[in-house]
């Protein structure tokens, strides 16, 4: 077995260079529609989110995997009726979803292919999870949270988002597949930029079903990891384990990082669950992480560190789905330094990535 050589991550000034280019064209398509015009377009991604929703949940990209199909042949493979899959499908195409050859076929664009279930890094699991009616439900209470402060599933469901996933199993192995499918993204943009190599014990706290995990210990062939979250979550996490052949290093135990995390680990990694709680709840989380972590043990959160500012940035929104479900909030790195120290942590750096994802590195203060 060879130990990976130490990865290079791609340099900050090409990452933020791109998303640069990437507002400038943004604002440069803008100029050439009136202001309305650019509002509705805003306003209709609603409906772009419902028909991508269709895409993902009959598995219409699935159907289209081997070649190009009518609407028609697509309505009998998807159990659907004829006329309103071809809406749904011309309107994915006039969005560039598909095209819409002469011969009247849908083919997938590139764009498209990520919507397949089996595509490498794939988006339909996360699609089904924005889609469905629960998560639209609670977007629809956006308006109560804002003028409340409380979220729209406390609102809602009468309980938190936690507690709400444990009472509706359904909905909960769509949340947990949906974060496995963008931990596929993060794994891919960032795992490979932090080198673990020194690292003899890897504890992923919240880790859901152990997709980052499994990447980690896949990178890191002497290392060993545990997986850590709810009782209810790590039960799905066995084959992801098995699948990526690691599961032989790993162990798997439950409880909540509110009452202790698995104890003498020299790397303790966090994705996206930080950014679930309020400062106050995320501190007491950063303690016990505190109080777990061996001598020279380093804390890893991957989360979209927000820039400062109001610069597009992916994060601003996502911000929004922290407000409507768990109640938590994303952060800039001054505010991750801040809580960090709350929690007994000194921030040493953030390291970008190709992605919206930072890996934000911390050392015990
Ligand atoms: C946003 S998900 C992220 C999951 C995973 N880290 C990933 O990126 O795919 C947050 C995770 O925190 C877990 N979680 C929530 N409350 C928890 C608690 N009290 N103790 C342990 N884990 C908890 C959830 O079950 C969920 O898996």
Same mark, same amino acid.
């Given at each position: ?7 290079? &991550? ?31 377009? #805003? ?11 269709? @895409? ?23 159990? &659907? ?26 083919? =997938?664009? $590139? ?7 089996? *595509?490498?890094? +794939? #988006? ?19 308006? *109560?949270?804002? $003028? ?6 406390? @609102? ?8 709400? =996933? ?12 949906? #974060? ?5 993204? @993060? ?72 009452? +202790? ?19 106050? !709840? ?7 992480? $505190? ?12 989360? #979209?560190? =927000? ?5 597009? *940035? ?6 929004? !789905?922290?407000?409507? *479900?768990?109640?938590?909030? !994303? ?7 801040? =809580? ?21 590195? @911390?050392?015990?203060?």
């Amino acid at each position: 077995m060879t130990v990976p050589s130490k990865p290079k &991550a791609p340099p900050a000034w090409l990452i933020d260079g791109i998303g640069r280019v990437r507002s400038v064209l943004t604002d440069a398509s803008r100029a050439a529609v009136p202001p309305n015009i650019v509002l509705l377009e #805003m306003a209709q991604g609603a409906w772009l989110t419902q028909a991508l929703y269709i @895409a993902a949940e009959l598995g219409i990209a699935d159907a289209l995997r081997d070649g190009p199909r009518t609407a028609d042949d697509v309505a009998q493979l998807v159990d &659907a009726k004829p006329d309103a899959t071809y809406r749904v499908m011309r309107a994915l195409a006039a969005n560039g979803v598909l095209t819409l050859r002469r011969d009247g076929r849908f083919a =997938l664009t $590139r764009v498209g292919q990520a919507l397949r279930s089996d *595509h490498e890094g +794939s #988006m339909a699991p996360m699609i089904k999870l924005v889609g469905r009616a629960e998560h639209w439900e609670h977007w629809s209470r956006l308006m *109560h949270s804002v $003028r409340t402060g409380q979220t729209a599933v406390e @609102a809602l469901r009468g309980m938190s988002a936690w507690d709400y =996933l444990e009472s509706n199993p359904e909905y909960a192995a769509v949340f947990n597949d949906a #974060m496995t499918g963008v931990s596929a993204v @993060a794994i891919e943009t960032a795992v490979p930029l932090y080198d673990f190599a020194d690292r003899k014990l890897v504890v992923d706290v919240g880790g859901g079903h152990g997709a980052l995990l499994a990447k980690i210990l896949t990178q890191t062939p002497t290392a060993r990891g545990v997986l850590f979250d709810l009782p209810t979550v790590v039960e799905g996490a066995r084959p992801i384990l098995a699948a990526a052949g690691v599961a032989d290093r790993c162990t798997v135990e439950d409880g909540s990082f509110f009452d +202790s995390v698995p104890d003498g680990a020299d790397a303790y990694v966090m994705k996206t669950v930080i950014h679930d709680w309020d400062d106050e !709840e995320a501190v007491a989380i950063l303690r016990n992480v $505190r109080t777990a972590i061996a001598d020279g043990g380093k804390l890893l959160l991957f989360e #979209m560190v =927000l820039p400062e500012g109001a610069p597009p *940035h992916p994060g601003m929104l996502l911000d929004l !789905e922290m407000l409507v *479900h768990a109640g938590g909030r !994303e952060r800039t790195a001054r505010e991750y330094a801040d =809580l960090l120290a709350r929690g007994g942590f000194r921030l040493k750096r953030v390291i970008a990535t190709p992605g919206p994802m930072s890996i934000v590195e @911390a050392l015990p203060a």
